[in-house]
């Protein structure tokens, strides 16, 4: 991982950024930006197992390891903010309060689903939340993004959009036609790049000429940060900073933001491109979620016990969402060809 | 005759080709240290080093273009698309600048270039991963297209579309990498153009391609077992050029044809054969062509929905009664 880090102490974040972010959110939200950290954690876990049982099928991106990216931005987001995602989104979805029954019964393929079973993993989606989707092409979203921005600011919202891709979206063409676009036009775009250093076998560096992935935003003038993926404060802090950037009328940030991801690229990838050790390493030393519940212990606002019972908690949660997927119904065939277009009335008067 | 799947029998064909003439190489995502997503590139880069197996980043547009300009200075450039619906990404550099570079030039420049990789539905992969987008490709003059339904066909009809001096698009269908099939050992090419009976019958003939060619084969046998039809079996196997003569021999003899397509029914190379057959064989037809297509919709993921939307055996065999009128 980047060496933005290694002054930090093994599974520990950074104290001041935390201290801030405790009086900014008050302890209350904290522990409830653990609680959706653990129930990420969870519902991978069991999205994976579905997997293996074959209730959830195609390809299945999971999301654990980078769970402080999601909780961390969108812990600075408000509902007014638009949200957009890569196939990688089930942590996004999640940590945007998305009801956690519709995104596993969308896995499943069922009616109860978040998109009516017709999306699945890579397509979730919640308008309401203003949760855009669950995109599956790389780099597609981040226009879509851009769009989402500029209707923010068509409308003089005090909104933002935050669209997440991957260290190997980096490099497609429309990233660089969008952000030159987000810039010239001051939008209040957040592109938050989860740098977890691979691209399905691609490690960062074989592909990119540059690995500094901030300096991309300089060819734009572009504002830009690299922040510490596994440091849920670190995220937040940035994040928020850029939106009160944005919402001031301040134009784009581009984030590099530094994260791993535990599992392969789908549940396909048996990940022979990486070591065991690899990936150990950065279990052990920078876990996002052990670094916040030990940091939360030793500030006493919360015990061992208490951090215990949230995964317990969790794990029964994820479990109920499992059994109502399973119990669910699939969609009615007449669903296959409803929602191509919508009917409408095309009379003047 | 050995059999070996449908991947190994590509993968034979390139090692074949690249062994053959050192100016063939090949890129694209993780096609050297992954050995290719879908394994068909599996060995080529121990074989033949990083010269010429080359990764990537995900940049379609961009290696695609590097594609055509090195085939435009002599090369010959296999591009793996990982699929080709990330391929809609490299349409400009294919549509505006492989297919043009000919013409435009008064046939000064080649563009000897081999765009490749997984097409159609995969199973459950949702509506951005399963589309069958031959037609974008057959519609334009300058591209030539091929399908490949079997391991022999595959493996002849690469080393083909290597060899052919103009840009050759080639799709495989993503669920038949590891179909199985007898693949000779010695060297043989399968020619540009050239369609193959796949199943000889007298009364009706089903025009088909790729994947298709499966559901076809079955309906097949199953019309013989129930109403005695007897189905001729016409794989396309190269959708540009048509190979017309065949088609004409097939049709004068049954006078009833079926297209059977993956792909979606409107604007489709199903729609143009259907139109050549209709107005070309007139006299020959006892009945209205008849066509068999995925539902006019993007493909949803529910895996109960995914196969009301493909053409299915059932599809198949009611399309050919209809046009036998039983
Ligand atoms: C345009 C396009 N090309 C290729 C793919 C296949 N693909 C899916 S994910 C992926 C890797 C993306 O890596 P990255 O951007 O780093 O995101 P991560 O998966 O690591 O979150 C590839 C090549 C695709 N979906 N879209
Ligand atoms: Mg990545």
Known sequence: MADTETTVQAQELDGELAATAREELGDERILEMLRTMVLLRRFEHHAGRAYQRRKIQGFCHLYSGQEAVAVGSLSAATMEDYIVSHYREHGHALARGMEPKAVMAELFGKVTGCAGGKGGSMHLYDVERRFMGGWGIVGGQIALGNGMAFAAKYREEEAVCIAYLGDGAVHQGIVHETLNMAQVWGLPLIAIVENNEYAMGTALERVSAVTDLEKKALAYDMAAETVDGQDVFAVYDAVKRARDRAVAGEGPTWMDIHTYRYYGHSMTDPATYRTREEVDEVKDLKDPIVRLSNWMIAEGMATQEEVDAIDDEMEELVKECVAFADESDQPDPSALTADVYVEWNADID | ?326
Not at chain 2, 142 to 154: E, F, H
Not at chain 2, 174 to 183: D, N, Q
Not at chain 2, 203 to 226: F, G, P, Q, Y
Not at chain 2, 234 to 244: G, H, Q, S, V
């Open chain 2, 1 to 326: 005759m050995r059999e070996i799947a449908f991947r190994d029998a590509l993968n034979e064909a390139l090692a074949e080709e690249m062994e053959r003439d050192p100016d063939v190489f090949l890129m694209g995502e993780e096609v050297a240290e992954y050995n290719g997503a879908y394994k068909v590139s599996k060995g080529l880069l121990d074989q033949f080093g990083p010269r010429r197996v080359i990764d990537t980043p995900i940049v379609e547009l961009g290696f695609a273009g590097l594609g055509v300009g090195a085939a435009l200075a002599g090369l010959k450039p296999v591009i793996e698309m990982m699929t080709f619906n990330f391929a809609i990404l490299a349409l400009d550099q294919v549509v505006n600048h492989a297919a043009k570079a000919r013409y435009m030039s008064n046939g000064q420049l080649s563009c000897p270039i081999v765009i490749r990789g997984a097409g159609g539905a995969g199973g459950s992969l949702a509506a951005q991963h399963s589309q069958s987008l031959e037609a974008h490709y057959a519609h334009v003059p300058g591209l030539k297209v091929m399908m490949p339904a079997t391991p022999k066909d595959a493996k002849g009809m690469l080393k083909t579309a290597i060899r052919d001096p103009d840009p050759v698009i080639f799709i495989e269908s993503e669920v038949l990498y590891g179909y199985k099939g007898e693949v000779p050992e010695e060297e043989y090419l399968i020619p540009m153009g050239k369609g193959e009976i796949k199943r000889e019958g007298g009364d009706c003939t089903v025009i088909t391609w790729s994947r298709m060619v499966h559901t076809v084969m079955d309906a097949a046998e199953e019309l013989k077992n129930s109403d005695g039809v007897d189905v001729e079996v016409l794989d396309l196997r190269t959708l540009r050029p048509l190979d017309k003569d065949l088609i004409r021999e097939s049709v004068k003899k049954t006078n009833r044809v079926v297209v059977v397509e993956e792909a979606w029914p409107w604007a489709s190379v199903g729609a143009s054969v259907a139109d050549f057959v209709a107005r070309d064989l007139f006299d020959w037809l006892d009945a209205p062509v008849g066509r068999v297509n995925q539902r006019d919709v993007p493909m949803p993921y529910a895996f109960n929905l995914e196969p009301l939307s493909l053409p299915s055996v059932e599809r198949v065999a009611e399309a050919v009664k209809k046009a036998c009128y039983l």
